[in-house]
């Protein structure tokens, strides 16, 4: 290659691999300093794509398994009341039982009375005032549990149905107290079968609610597995193989000194030029 001073080219050359240099060693930074093989769509756009719904995925997938979680807690408080109904019900049944037999008197059957209106009424107000999360717990109406990927969805319904004294219903089965009452042996005897068919039908109520505090379960479970999946998916695309970055760390560094000091070399050999004209 002939001498020439209007082009140093060698120091393009230098200029050239230094500046390739400079912009691995900056990338090899990015990816040491925010633990991502993917910083921008330039490093891998078709990974991005598929890191990036992956992780759509897996935030709907975690909201979804909150969403079931809630669907169980709601379940859980009905089951607590319902508990206490069954506790009610049993003592009616021995207020019930003591009102019907011919030794107790018409004013005893009037105090046992006064404390059966009192457990219907607390029936009543069981009914209407629990509630999960400022919404009535025991409404007629289906509760749904949404639960989604992001692509695909589905919905787990839930029912618990009302409660009150007057209609504690399991499917076809309807216990109604309201006009029950112990002030007689033989309404005594009435109420006692009543209240016998609405212990039963509670526990048939709390069965389907656990029915569906253990389907609601299952689904977390599934939900947690996917989420696990997936998120090692999404990191095996998104995250960065640190040991290989960290030799290439040390490389390109090496390199952009190397590099520096070529660059430098080539800038100064065509000051040996200059000799030629003393």
């Known amino acids: 290659m002939p001498l020439s001073i209007l082009n140093n080219i060698p120091s393009l050359v230098a200029q050239n691999n230094l500046s390739i240099t400079s912009q691995n060693l900056q990338k090899t930074l990015f990816r040491l300093s925010s633990g991502s093989r993917i910083n921008s769509g330039a490093d891998d756009a078709a990974g991005l794509a598929i890191a990036d719904g992956l992780h759509a995925n897996v935030t709907a997938l975690v909201q979804s398994g909150h969403n079931a979680n809630d669907g169980v807690g709601s379940l859980q408080v009905a089951d607590g009341a319902l508990a206490q109904v069954t506790t009610l019900l049993n003592r009616a049944v021995t207020i019930s039982t003591e009102a019907s037999t011919g030794t107790v008197s018409s004013s005893q059957r009037g105090a046992l009375d006064a404390e ?54 399991n499917g076809a089965s309807t216990a109604n107290l309201s006009a029950d009452n112990l002030t007689t042996a033989a309404t005594a005897q009435t109420a006692l079968v009543d209240i016998n068919t609405a212990i039963q039908n509670v526990a048939g109520i709390r069965g389907s609610i656990g029915a569906g505090i253990n389907r609601l379960q299952s689904a977390v479970n599934v939900i947690n597995n996917q989420v696990q999946n997936l998120t090692s998916a999404e990191d095996g695309i998104r995250a960065a193989d640190i040991p290989s970055e960290v030799a290439n760390l040390s490389r390109f560094s090496i390199l952009n000194q190397s590099g520096i000091s070529a660059l430098a070399q080539a800038n100064s050999a065509q000051q040996s030029l200059l000799s030629l004209l003393r």
């Open 116 to 169: 059966f209106t009192q457990i219907k009424a607390e029936v009543d107000r069981i009914g209407s005032t629990t509630t999960f999360n400022g919404t009535s717990v025991f409404t007629a109406s289906t509760t749904s549990i949404f639960l989604s990927d992001s692509n695909s969805s589905s919905q787990i319904a839930v029912t618990v149905g009302a409660l009150a004294s007057s209609g504690i219903i």
